[in-house]
């Protein structure tokens, strides 16, 4: 507006400039919001370790006859020749010396062929490194009630 109006009039109109506080306040917020976005994208791919998904035979399970072989599948591939799987009976000695070997029809599985079982507790034990150079690793146990599965 020209001439028509006094600055006090004019300054109304237009709207009071910020104070130097509230605009320093405005800057820390936008800054902080911008770092948390920006943290948020760079955290999400670190999160996406692999991850145990299915277990054959599962968790806990009580089995009326042995299973043949031991078969775990990961959400993400996994480095056959670094993987690991054991097989422990009760006493914790492993019941067989072959090494498990990726699944051939999927790169996210593992498999152990076993000998026959005999009643009773037994654990799994496994350690597998993902292609993303993750170390996964954990255990679990299972029972077996009768006789063993045959292939």
């Known amino acids: 507006m020209t001439g028509c109006c006094t600055p006090a009039q004019q300054q109304e109109e237009e709207g009071a400039p910020m104070k130097p506080w ?4 405005l800057k820390r917020i936008l800054a902080g919001t911008a770092i948390a976005m920006a943290l948020c994208v760079q955290a999400a791919p670190v999160l996406a370790h692999s991850m ?11 089995l009326a006859q042995a299973p ?4 775990l599948w990961f959400n993400e591939e996994i480095e056959g020749d670094y993987a690991s799987l054991i097989v422990l ?12 070997k990726l699944a051939p029809e999927d790169r996210k599985s593992i498999v152990l062929p076993l000998p026959e079982l005999t009643p009773g507790k037994y654990s799994v034990k496994f ?6 150079g993750h ?17």
């Open 22 to 25: 509230a605009v320093y306040a």
């Open 52 to 62: 145990l998904v299915k277990a054959e035979p599962p968790r806990r399970a009580v």
């Open 68 to 71: 043949a072989q031991v078969q």
């Open 89 to 100: 009976d009760a006493e914790k000695h492993p019941v067989t010396e072959v090494k498990p």
């Open 127 to 132: 350690r597998v490194l993902s292609v993303d």
């Open 135 to 151: 170390v996964v690793e954990s255990y679990f146990d299972f029972s077996v009630k009768g006789k063993v599965q045959k292939k």
